[in-house]
């Protein structure tokens, strides 16, 4: 991503750190993150993406403001921002 990254592990588990802006991280919450020097909220490290816990992730894909995920099922989830609906 633009200001954002993502990790997969090989057991299917997603990790995120960087800008929490536009949900992009997957997050469910980022009202007590850190603010960088735009006082945007950030993850400083990576964190486990709780949200997709129950799912085994096999691809990932970072735009400037947004994550994919596709699972082993064919489910993809989308998140961050949508201003041009790259969100589907």
Same mark, same amino acid.
């Given at each position: 991503?633009?200001?954002?990254?993502?990790?997969?592990?090989?057991?299917?588990?997603?990790?995120?750190?960087?800008?929490?802006?536009?949900?992009? *991280?997957? @997050?469910? $919450?980022?009202?007590? #993150?850190?603010?960088?020097?735009? !006082?945007?909220?950030? =993850?400083?490290?990576?964190?486990?993406?709780?949200?997709?816990?129950?799912?085994?992730?096999?691809?990932?894909?970072?735009?400037?403001?947004?994550? *994919?995920? @596709?699972? $082993?099922?064919?489910? #993809?989830?989308?998140?961050?921002? !949508?201003?041009?609906? =790259?969100?589907?």
């Amino acid at each position: 991503g633009d200001s954002h990254s993502m990790a997969l592990s090989k057991d299917g588990t997603v990790y995120a750190w960087g800008e929490a802006t536009f949900g992009q *991280l997957g @997050l469910e $919450e980022i009202r007590d #993150l850190p603010k960088n020097s735009d !006082n945007k909220p950030y =993850q400083p490290y990576p964190v486990k993406v709780t949200a997709l816990s129950n799912k085994k992730i096999t691809n990932i894909s970072c735009g400037e403001l947004h994550t *994919l995920a @596709l699972t $082993e099922s064919g489910t #993809l989830y989308s998140f961050g921002g !949508n201003t041009c609906g =790259q969100l589907g």
